[in-house]
């Protein structure tokens, strides 16, 4: 079993930063890919950025220049710093992880989700 804890949502004002963690932990051999979606009321959950074990990023572009994806692969964890944050960024944002277990499958892990709300 693997798990996914996130923190570090919460409300900011537009304009403001935010840093959400996740951290994994249980039973991994490795972990590949790492990335955050989130998902606004109504709409469809959607992928916010992503970072593979090498540190190659992938970002939306409603966030690129605002918003960075990291990882601390030694602390299997991901980190994702949120910029100039705008009121539409309002959003559940979750955790995710593809990760190769002690059983050598590979398996697809959410977290739980953290709130952010940007007000205007």
């Known amino acids: 079993q693997v798990q996914l804890v996130e923190s570090g949502g919460g409300l900011v004002q537009a304009g403001g930063s935010l840093r959400l963690s996740c951290a994994a932990s249980?039973?991994?051999?490795?972990?590949?890919?790492m990335g955050w979606y989130r998902q606004a009321p109504g709409k469809q959950r959607d992928l916010v950025a992503a970072?593979?074990?090498?540190?190659?990023?992938n970002y939306a572009d409603s966030v690129k220049g605002r918003f960075t994806i990291s990882r601390d692969n030694a602390k299997n964890t991901v980190y994702l710093l949120m910029n100039s944050l705008k009121p539409e960024d309002t959003a559940v944002y979750y955790c995710?992880?593809?990760?190769?277990?002690?059983?050598?499958?590979?398996?697809?892990?959410w977290g739980q989700g953290t709130q952010v709300t940007v007000s205007s």
């Open positions: 970072i593979t074990s090498g540190g190659s990023t």
């Open positions: 995710n992880a593809v990760v190769t277990t002690t059983d050598l499958y590979e398996y697809d892990y």
């Open positions: 249980g039973t991994i051999f490795s972990i590949n890919a």
